[in-house]
């Protein structure tokens, strides 16, 4: 069974950072790439940043490229989101999503539960 | 800035057939944008639909079907159930690794 299993969540004041990490199990986690997608409170989704299996490339949202990185460690089966310079706009619920089997997959078919990041004074 | 757009809200009685669709802000959406669809409901995780336009996920029932309908992205499901009722999200790949949502159609079942 495919678990995902987020964490690193939680109350961060505005300018600061958190690292966000999402433990996985279930399936071979070195062979396919890993997003992030939020969803702000009582909002749609977001695409957040996405990383290919190997970790060599890594893509972002506009909203967020430059102060969020996404990493992995494939020895540990876990995914990573460094969130930097937050703002009042970056809360939301984190998700973290495994890319869909198959080359010509660019869907997301299995999905964590979400780690909350509140960014407040 | 690329605007994925889907309607705000939808209501239906149980038993009838909706469909639901994706567009752009500008231009069409084809099938190299991938279409992707998840239903959520509050407090939970997203769950996958349909893929890579008209791919039903595993355990997805058949009364969930995807389309390209003229220039948007299609969801359609037939015969409404009361359980439907939640949010339905479309999520486009947009190339160079980027995807964008849309804003999620909540679909309510009188």
């Known amino acids: 069974e495919v678990q995902l299993l987020e964490s690193g969540g939680g109350l961060v004041q505005p300018g600061g950072s958190l690292r966000l990490s999402c433990a996985v199990s279930?399936?071979?986690?070195?062979?396919?790439?890993m997003s992030w997608v939020r969803q702000a409170p009582g909002k749609g989704l977001e695409w957040v940043s996405i990383i290919t299996d190997s970790g060599s490339k890594t893509y972002y949202a506009d909203s967020v490229k430059g102060r969020f990185t996404i990493s992995r460690d494939n020895s540990k089966n876990t995914l990573y989101l460094q969130v930097n310079s937050l703002r009042a706009e970056d809360t939301a619920v984190y998700f973290c999503?495994?890319?869909?089997?198959?080359?010509?997959?660019?869907?997301?078919?299995?999905w964590g539960q979400g780690t909350l990041v509140t960014v407040s004074s | 800035q690329t605007v994925v757009t889907q309607e705000p809200s939808f209501s239906v009685s149980p038993g009838e057939t909706i469909t639901l669709t994706c567009g752009l802000s500008s231009g069409s959406v084809s099938t190299s944008h991938y279409p992707s669809w998840y239903q959520q409901t509050p407090g939970q995780a997203p769950r996958t639909l349909i893929y890579?336009?008209?791919t039903r996920s595993s355990g997805v029932p058949d009364r969930f079907s995807g389309s390209i309908l003229g220039n948007k992205a299609a969801l359609t499901i037939t015969g409404v159930q009361a359980d439907d009722e939640s949010d339905y999200y479309c999520m486009l790949y947009m190339g160079s690794g980027i995807r964008v949502f849309g804003g999620g159609t909540k679909l309510t079942v009188l």
């Open positions: 279930g399936f071979t986690f070195s062979s396919y790439a």
């Open positions: 999503a495994k890319r869909g089997v198959g080359s010509d997959s660019y869907h997301f078919d299995d």
């Open positions: 890579s336009t008209n």
